[in-house]
DNA sequence: AGGAGCGATGATATCGATATCAATCGTCGC
DNA sequence: GCGACGATTGATATCGATATCATCGCTCCT
C-alpha cells in the first residue's frame, strides 16, 4: 500500500515553480548563454527544491537519438568491463542507444561492422586491433558512418581517437626500474598484430637507451599479450644464465604468467625479481604480489569515445567537422611486485 | 560529401507504406492479439521492405522510463563485464536508464542504496552479498523500490529474484571428478560471507556422500574466494602427506592460485593433479592450462533481472504482482585442467 | 525620431512512439 | 430485425524534453 509512485519532476514543474517558461529552465540547465542572473537564479533555485533531474530519455528524442556500434574482439579482455562501464554511462547521460557487436562471433571483422553498419548505426567505436584495419575504415566511409578509434598506438589523423601515448606509457615503467637500482631489465613484447606492442617497447629502449643501459638481445623476447605466451617467455627469462633482477610485460596478463613462473621456480617476487605490468587490468590487483603497472583511464576514455561517435553520428553533412583526438592519462601505480634488486 | 543522414524509418512511415494507421503498426509490433491476419501482413511486409526498426528512445518516453539501479560490490569482479553486458543490452532494449553504483565508493552499502534512492531508481539489482543484507532490503522497502536480487543462493520468497543453483552446480562438478576416477578430492570454500559459498559446500559433500567416497577434515580447507586465499589455500593441501588427487576450489580465482601453486611445486596438471572451478570468469580461460568450472550464463541473467527491475520499478500501488524467481542454467565447461588420475 | 541590433524570453511545433477513447462492422441471441 | 457485445481500427492527446521562430524592450547610431 506504500505505493510510491516516481512523482517525476519535470521540466515544467520547474518552470511553474520558478514562474519562467519552459524554454528559460532548459536553457538554464543546457547553460546557454544569454539568459538574465535573475532568472538563471530563480530557475536553479527551483530546481534545488523541487529535486528536478533532467529525463535523459525524454531529451534524446528530440536531439536525435544517436545509436552508436562498438565493435570488440576479445570477449575476455580483461578491460572490457571498464570498458563498457564508461560506455554505457555515457550512453546514458547523452541518450544515445549503444550496438554492442563482438566480432569474434562473425567469420571476419569486416562482417560484423556490416551487421552493424545495417543496423542503421551512426558511428562506430572500434578497439584495437580493429582501428588499425583500413579495409574496416573503408567499408565504414562508404557507408558515411564515422569511425572513432580505441586505444590505438598510432592514430590516424584522419580518424576521430581516443588514445594513450603507450611509448610514454612504457618510458614511465621503465624510469620507475630504473630509479628502483635495476640495471638488467628484461621486456616481454606484445602481439605484433597490435600497434600498441611496437610503441610499447620503443618506450622501453628509448628509456633504456637515455640511461645508458644496455638491452642485450636476450633480454627482449616475443609474446602475444596472453598469459600462455608470458609463460614461455618467462621461462626463457628465467632459465637464462645472467637472469635479469626486473622483467617488464608489455601487458598484465603475461606480466602475471611471469608471477607464476617465478613462484614456481622458487624466485621471491619483488626480491629477487620485479615483474611490471601494463594496463591494469583486474589481474592485477588479483595476483598476489600485486602488479606494478601502468593505469590507463579506460572508462573515461570509453566515455569520451561514445560521446565523440555520438557526435559524429549526429552531424549532418557537416563535413569540416575537426577529426579530435583526445590523449588520455597515464599514471604508474606501484604496488607489490616492483622492488629495489637484491644486493 | 557523402552526407550519409539517417533517414531513420519511423513507424509513421511503416503506416503509410502500408496504408494502415500508425496504432495498428505500433500494435503489430507489439503483438497485440486483435489485429486481423491481413493487416499483421501487410504491416510486417513494410516493415521489412522499408528495413524499419523501432526507436526504443522514443518508445521508452511514452512507456514511462525506469530508472532502474545497480549496485556493485567488487569494481574487480571477474563476472563484471559479463554482468554489464547482459544488463545494458537489456536496458537499451527496454529503455530504461541504468544507474550503477559501485558500493565500495561509500562508507557503507547502505549509503550507496540511499544514493540510488535519492536519484530516483525505481527499482534496484543487487549482486551478492548485498542481496542478503537484511538492512538493505528494509532500506529499500522503506522507499518503496523493488529490490531484484542477484545470484544470491538463498533467494528469499519475498523478493524477486534472478539466481542459479549453486548446489546443483557443485554437485555436476563433483560427479565430473569422480567419473574422471577421482576418489580424493579436495575442496576449498568459498568467503563464509557470501551465501553461495556454503551451498556449493552442501553440493560437493552430498555428491561425495552419494557415491560413498569419503572427505576427510584435511581435504576441506577455507578460501575467502580471493587468489590469495587460494594461494594458501593450495599450499596446505599439496603439503599434505596423502595429496589429493583433484582439488575442487569454489570459485576459478582461488582454482587459478591453486594451478600457480602446482605449477610452482613442479605438480603437473592435470595429469598429477585435476583442477576445477567455478563461475567461468575470464581467468578461467586465461590461464594455462585453462581451467574445468561451471559456466553461469551471467549475461542472461543479468539481462533478466534488469528486465524484472524494470517491471518492479514501472508498477505502480499494484502489490499482489507475483515476485517472479527464475533459476539460470549451469553448464559444465571442461578444458584442459582435469583429467583422470594418474597411475 | 526611426530603426537596426541584440539580449532575453516565451509560444508553439516537433521527436517517435504509446495510451485512451471513440468509431465501425459484424454477428449472435432472442 | 434490434440491441449488445466483441473484434478491429483510427484520431487524438500525451510523454518530457528541444528547435525554431516570434516577440519585447533596450541601447545606440545616424
Known amino acids: 500500500m506504500s505505493g510510491k509512485r516516481r512523482p517525476s519532476v519535470t521540466l515544467h514543474d520547474v518552470a511553474r515553480h520558478a514562474g519562467v517558461s519552459s524554454m528559460t529552465v532548459s536553457r538554464v540547465i543546457n547553460d546557454y548563454a544569454f539568459i538574465s542572473d535573475a532568472a538563471r537564479a530563480k530557475v536553479l533555485k527551483s530546481i534545488e527544491e523541487l529535486g528536478y533531474r533532467p529525463n535523459a530519455v525524454a531529451r534524446a528524442t528530440r536531439t536525435g537519438v544517436a545509436q552508436v556500434g562498438v565493435l570488440y574482439s576479445n570477449p575476455n579482455s580483461s578491460n572490457l568491463s571498464a570498458f ?3 560506455a554505457f554511462r555515457k550512453a546514458g547521460e547523452i541518450g544515445c542507444q549503444l550496438l554492442i557487436e563482438p566480432s569474434a562471433a562473425h ?3 569486416a562482417r560484423a561492422v556490416v551487421k552493424l553498419i545495417e543496423a542503421g548505426v551512426g558511428a562506430v567505436v572500434l578497439p584495437p586491433p580493429l582501428c588499425d584495419d583500413a579495409k574496416i575504415l573503408k567499408l565504414l566511409a562508404a557507408a558515411g558512418v564515422g569511425p572513432v578509434s580505441f586505444a590505438t598506438a598510432k592514430p590516424s589523423p584522419d580518424v576521430t581517437s581516443v588514445a594513450i601515448d603507450d611509448f610514454e606509457g612504457a618510458a614511465m615503467m621503465t624510469r620507475h626500474l630504473i630509479a628502483l637500482g635495476h640495471v638488467d631489465i628484461a621486456f616481454i613484447q606484445g602481439d605484433p598484430s597490435h600497434s600498441t606492442a611496437s610503441r610499447r617497447e620503443e618506450g622501453f629502449r628509448a628509456t633504456m637507451a637515455e640511461a645508458g643501459l644496455a638491452v642485450p638481445d636476450a633480454h627482449v623476447v616475443q609474446g602475444l599479450y596472453t598469459y600462455r605466451s608470458g609463460l614461455t617467455a ?3 627469462l628465467l632459465g637464462l644464465r645472467r637472469r ?3 622483467i617488464f610485460a608489455s601487458n598484465d596478463d603475461m606480466a602475471a604468467a611471469v608471477s607464476a ?3 614456481g621456480m622458487g624466485i621471491a617476487v619483488p626480491t629477487e625479481l620485479s615483474i611490471a605490468g601494463f594496463d591494469d587490468t583486474p589481474v592485477a590487483s588479483t595476483i598476489w604480489p600485486q602488479l606494478t603497472t601502468i593505469h590507463q583511464p579506460i572508462a573515461d576514455m570509453a566515455a569520451t569515445a561514445v560521446e ?5 553520428a549526429r552531424r549532418d553533412a557537416d563535413e569540416d567537422q575537426a577529426r579530435k583526438h583526445v590523449l588520455a592519462e597515464l599514471t604508474l601505480v606501484v604496488r607489490q611486485s616492483t622492488a629495489a634488486p637484491a644486493g
Do not use: E, K
Not at 565523440?308 to 559524429?312: M, N, S
Open 308 to 312: 565523440l561517435a555520438a557526435g559524429l
Open 244 to 246: 635479469p633482477s626486473a
Open 84 to 86: 563498457l562501464m564508461g
Open 107 to 109: 567469420p571476419t571483422p
Open 261 to 263: 613462473v617465478a613462484h
Open 234 to 236: 618467462a621461462s626463457q
